[in-house]
């Protein structure tokens, strides 16, 4: 079984959690949409510092944060230390605007689903 929820989940839950439509309208998995949370609890938090709060394997959440910003879900900046090198910190797209790239995702679905019921005119595809 997928970690992904599919539409047919949010149809089926009659009071759909944030976490749950977010993952299904995004197609990500429960763990990424948690980790998005947790990235608006703590912005700027480093890999390890998200690693150690949602108690994962550094690797997973860097996958996790991967999926995120292709998702533009998350952003990255990158930090010099005093001592030498860098190290990158994460922050959540702010809540309203990812609320509003979820209502204009499911505006579209919404769209493509009442086309094509609009249109089709009895003859099975």
Known sequence: MSDVPEMSDL???EDPG????LACVFGIQRHESRTYITLLEHPGSTVAELADILDRDRSNV?????TLMDKGLASRERRL???GGYIYQYTG???PEAKEMLHGALDE???????SIEEYGGIEE
């Open 109 to 115: 679905w919404t769209e493509r689903v009442h086309r």
């Open 81 to 83: 230390l005093d001592s």
């Open 93 to 95: 797209t702010e809540l």
């Open 11 to 13: 149809l089926d839950t």
């Open 62 to 66: 860097n996958r996790s944060l991967t």
């Open 18 to 21: 944030f976490q749950q439509v």
